[in-house]
């Protein structure tokens, strides 16, 4: 068998340090000590989440003007009567590299990764993106691309005092009635992860809202699992499904017993 090695010096490339190869014993033992040190970064991860939902909150004070498909709209109306609101500022914009025909590389490979968010609303979370390109070059671009998400028109100084003036972020707000809070903020290497419905909720103020979380006392919390549905059949009444309560249910004792003999 030839190595990869020798494979890259025989086209022209140079040659490549590869790793062992070997029987699949040593690779389930390899593998087995990687996941003691996987499973300790998501115990690392689930508790960042818990302290990032214990954040302070900052009051909005000043008002905020975006144009959207249907006309002018507050940063209240971005809820979109959600309780949660994620702003993702997307480099779309005369002098950005790629336009007209195209927004900021980096900004539509975000874009490209964004799930379904009718995942998100359905935990009373509304994500949304924001450029300083009108609203018909926007459409057009959401039309070419195949995006979905909700894009809005910045006219204001929303972007430079949210810190994302010159660069890509995640701002995180929520409402308590009209009062809007700010509760997060992400931005370079941070954006990487982003565009997983997980991602996005654990930096949100409520998180996932399943009960197995470390969450303050009096936040919403429903039963894991159990408010997932296909993204094209949630419903206003979000009490769980009978057969996928049952489903859901064996499958996490089936995982749970699996883990135990780890």
């Not at 490339?13 to 300790?40: C, G, I």
């Not at 975006?66 to 779309?92: C, M, T």
């Not at 590299?97 to 009718?118: E, I, K, M, N």
Request: charged letters at 30%; a negative charge.
């Amino acid at each position: 068998m030839t190595s990869s090695a020798e494979s890259g010096r025989k086209s022209g490339q140079p040659a490549t340090r590869t790793p062992p190869v070997v029987s699949p014993e040593a690779w389930e033992a390899a593998r087995e000590r990687l996941l003691v040190k996987e499973k300790a970064q998501t115990r690392a991860r689930d508790a960042l989440a818990a302290e990032r939902r214990r954040m302070p909150w900052m009051a909005v004070e000043k008002t905020y003007a975006f144009e959207g498909p249907d006309g002018k709209a507050s940063l209240l109306d971005l809820f979109d009567g959600r309780r949660q609101l994620i702003v993702y500022r997307a480099f779309f914009e005369p002098g950005v590299f790629g336009w007209p025909d195209h927004a900021c590389r980096g900004c539509s490979l975000v874009a490209d990764q964004v799930a379904d968010v009718a995942h998100l609303n359905a935990r009373d979370t509304t994500l949304v993106f924001v450029s300083r390109a009108p609203q018909a070059d926007i459409a057009r671009l959401k039309a070419r691309m195949g995006w979905e998400m909700p894009w809005y028109t910045l006219t204001d100084s929303f972007d430079a005092d949210f810190g994302v003036d010159e660069w890509h972020g995640h701002n995180v707000f929520i409402r308590d009635g009209d009062r809007v809070f700010r509760t997060y903020f992400i931005n370079n290497r941070g954006d990487e992860q982003m565009g997983s419905t997980w991602n996005y909720l654990d930096i949100t103020p409520l998180g996932r809202q399943e009960v197995w979380e470390d969450s303050p006392e009096g936040y919403p919390q429903t039963p894991t699992y159990k408010w997932w549905n296909w993204h094209d059949s949630y419903a206003a009444d979000p009490a769980a499904d009978k057969k996928w309560a049952e489903v859901s249910d064996a499958g996490e004792a089936a995982f749970r017993e699996a883990s135990t003999k780890q």
